[in-house]
């Protein structure tokens, strides 16, 4: 629907339902990656980055990531092992390689867990952003790949700036929390149970991302 005119859309809502100080973007395309970069970039030391994703390849995403946390910003990534899909065994191409590659370029300042899988996928894509008093949430169907940021496939985001005591802000940061520290369960593992940095797995992988001839 790029250049489309939407005319007014009516809605109701309950009295009260609409806080203060919170906005709410449809990001769609590569509007998606314009709002993760313009984040990402903006994060400085004390800020924190939390992001759960399924596919992570994207090369400006990566190495904007590695910025970040040159510059202070604390860099918490949980991602799918890349080993389960629909009763298929995968070779852990790309988030396996990316992993490997975050957390060497940013000399072990970006902390990685890999999501433990029984068959089923870690299937989020979402990205939070805690900023001083903001926090920035960015989640949808896009994986952070040129095929799903770059204009070739029809994604569409939410972006969410609330302040750090809104309701939603302090769920999502207990949710990821829980996950990340095993709380009540066991959900993650440390980046040693499938860290692969292979050079051949890492050239297959980059080939794939600039020329897009993957599943990713």
């Known amino acids: 629907f790029s250049g489309t005119e939407i005319g007014d859309v009516e809605y109701r809502r309950k009295p009260g339902a609409v806080r203060p100080d919170t906005q709410v973007q449809v990001l769609t395309e590569d509007k998606i990656k314009d709002g993760i970069l313009e984040n990402i970039k903006s994060?400085?030391?004390g800020d924190r980055i939390d992001l759960g994703m399924f596919y992570l390849a994207h090369r400006e995403s990566i190495d904007e990531l590695i910025r970040a946390a040159e510059r202070g910003a604390e860099v918490?990534?949980?991602?799918?092992?890349?080993?389960?899909?629909?009763?298929f065994e995968k070779n852990g191409i790309p988030n396996r390689q990316a992993?490997?590659?975050?957390?060497?370029?940013?000399?072990?300042?970006?902390?990685?867990?890999?999501?433990?899988?029984h068959g089923e996928q870690f299937h989020t894509k979402v990205i939070a952003f805690y900023k001083k008093n903001v926090v920035v949430l960015i989640g949808g169907s896009a994986n952070y790949t040129r095929r799903n940021l770059d204009n070739y496939n029809l994604e569409a985001d939410l972006m969410v700036t609330i302040k750090a005591d809104d309701p939603a802000a302090v769920e999502f940061s207990d949710y990821f929390d829980r996950i990340w520290e095993n709380r009540d369960?066991?959900?993650t593992a440390d980046?040693?149970?499938?860290?692969?940095?292979s050079l051949w797995k890492t050239a297959i992988y980059r080939f794939q991302e600039k020329t897009g001839l993957s599943t990713f």
């Open 43 to 45: 994060s400085e030391k």
């Open 76 to 87: 918490r990534i949980i991602l799918d092992p890349n080993k389960d899909a629909f009763g």
């Open 99 to 117: 992993a490997a590659e975050l957390v060497e370029k940013s000399d072990g300042k970006i902390q990685v867990r890999w999501y433990l899988t």
């Open 185 to 187: 369960g066991t959900y």
């Open 191 to 197: 980046l040693s149970e499938y860290a692969d940095d």
